[in-house]
């Protein structure tokens, strides 16, 4: 008969059943794991460790939360990410790069698995569509939902994140001559669900006892932190931009063509018909159809179509795609996924509307966000040097082990919560 005081309960990332998308909503669920706090953790114990008890800590920036500070800002996406640097280094971050360098390795991995899925398509009925991989949400839905079913459809291809994992605790880990638990990587996403990504066991290193990405935090974080600092990012005085390659400074910023996801479709798709059929595309023409999130692309040459891939943003969109698929009517070839409607740009980290609408500030950094330069993965010297010295070639076992990751069906389970929010 004696009272008992409980402890409080807490809801970890693992715990996810990814049943209705709360992990996509800041104030739904308490995530002890990772969040701005526990940057700030990492960044007060260096301050007062012993020198070899302290960490190397690195933030990588996702172009799509860059552009999203810019337009709550009111500047460019140069001028933020210069500002943006100095200010995580004011509070003891060491290096701050950009994660549209292992997007490059990202669109090249899946230009390249997209042509071996397609030539081998007669004798393996699930080699297409080829789904892509890159948003985590979709990821938790199909192993959850779908599992063993939807898998083999999905691209290996690891997201830029977990990429840019790779290459901080790989390569720069080497160049820096640190193990890869001497090294604290956060990185800024537009997403919750990356949060779930970076705590994937996949993206473990057991010998070291330490993730590939220790830390997400999103945009809004960000801005939190600014707040907490009592710091406007446009008085801050800007600083040169880091390259994970060289001690030179980066003096400009560039992106990829085809859209504010990443452009997955539209360079596997030009990438293919001029490997599988010898055309050049130049422009794409998206042909919309029950709504904006779902568009397709079709190449034909007389008459015939050689190719047909899709987009489906949201998940009313990935349910019709994933029903197609199981009864037999999918006519794609590949399939850009993204779980959000209108895709990474209006992700759920993302910063939300502030005395405007969300229409009219997603435009606002959509319009920044194509405002860069794009570049095409192949013709970055960079990523081909990198290719080499890091992972011994584009076909070697380093370049499948650091670039390509598995997934895992999960087994569905009857779970009871009585949860106060």
């Given at each position: 008969g004696a009272a008992e005081k409980l402890e409080k309960a807490k809801i970890s990332l693992n715990d996810c059943l990814a049943c209705s998308g709360c992990i996509t909503s800041a104030e739904s669920v308490l995530i002890t794991q990772q969040s701005h706090e526990e940057l700030?953790?990492?960044?007060?114990f260096n301050k007062t460790a012993a020198p070899d008890e302290q960490k190397l800590v690195v933030v990588s920036v996702s172009?799509?939360?860059?552009?999203?500070?810019?337009?709550?800002?009111?500047?460019?996406?140069?001028?933020?990410?210069k500002k943006l640097t100095a200010f995580l280094k004011s509070l003891g971050v060491h290096y701050v790069f950009d994660t549209t360098l292992s997007r490059?390795?990202?669109?090249?991995?899946?230009?390249?698995?997209?042509?071996?899925?397609?030539?081998?398509?007669?004798?393996?009925k699930k080699a297409l569509p080829m789904l892509a991989s890159a948003c985590p949400g979709w990821i938790c839905y199909a192993e959850k939902t779908h599992g063993s079913f939807i898998i083999p459809y999905i691209s290996t291809t690891k997201s830029p994140q977990q990429v840019m994992g790779s290459l901080v605790k790989g390569y720069f880990a080497e160049q820096q001559h640190l193990t890869p638990d001497q090294i604290y990587h956060v990185t800024v996403m537009p997403c919750y669900d990356k949060k779930l990504e970076a705590s994937r066991p996949d993206f473990f290193n057991q010998e070291y006892q330490t993730r590939d990405v220790d830390c997400v935090i999103?945009?809004?974080?960000?801005?939190?932190l600014l707040e907490q600092e009592g710091v406007s990012l446009s008085d801050v005085d800007p600083a040169?931009?880091?390259?994970?390659?060289?001690?030179?400074?980066?003096e400009e910023l560039t992106s990829h063509a085809g859209g504010g996801s990443g452009g997955y479709l539209e360079h596997v798709y030009k990438h293919a018909a001029q490997e599988l059929f010898g055309i050049r595309v130049d422009t794409i023409r998206y042909k919309p159809l029950k709504n904006k999130d779902f568009q397709e692309v079709t190449l034909e040459k007389d008459g015939v179509v050689l190719l047909q891939f899709a987009l489906a943003y949201g998940f009313r969109n990935i349910q019709n795609l994933v029903q197609k698929l199981k009864r037999g009517k999918s006519p794609y070839h590949y399939v850009e996924v993204m779980a959000c409607p209108s895709g990474c740009l209006n992700g759920g980290g993302q910063i939300k509307a502030a005395g405007e609408s969300s229409k009219d500030q997603l435009q606002q950094v959509e319009k920044l966000y194509e405002s860069l330069r794009t570049e095409i993965?192949?013709?970055?010297?960079?990523?081909?040097?990198?290719?080499?010295?890091?992972?011994?070639?584009?076909?070697?076992?380093?370049?499948?082990?650091?670039?390509?990751?598995?997934y895992h069906a999960v087994e569905k389970t009857s779970v009871g919560f009585n949860i106060k929010w």
């Open positions: 700030c953790k990492t960044l007060a172009p799509q939360s860059r552009a999203s500070l810019a337009a709550r800002c009111k500047m460019g996406l140069l001028e933020t990410a490059n390795f990202s669109l090249l991995e899946s230009q390249r698995e997209f042509l071996k899925r397609f030539r081998k398509q007669s004798e393996d999103t945009t809004g974080e960000v801005l939190k040169p931009l880091d390259t994970i390659f060289s001690s030179a400074a980066e993965p192949e013709r970055n010297g960079t990523v081909r040097e990198l290719y080499e010295r890091w992972l011994g070639g584009a076909d070697s076992e380093g370049a499948a082990r650091a670039l390509h990751t598995q």
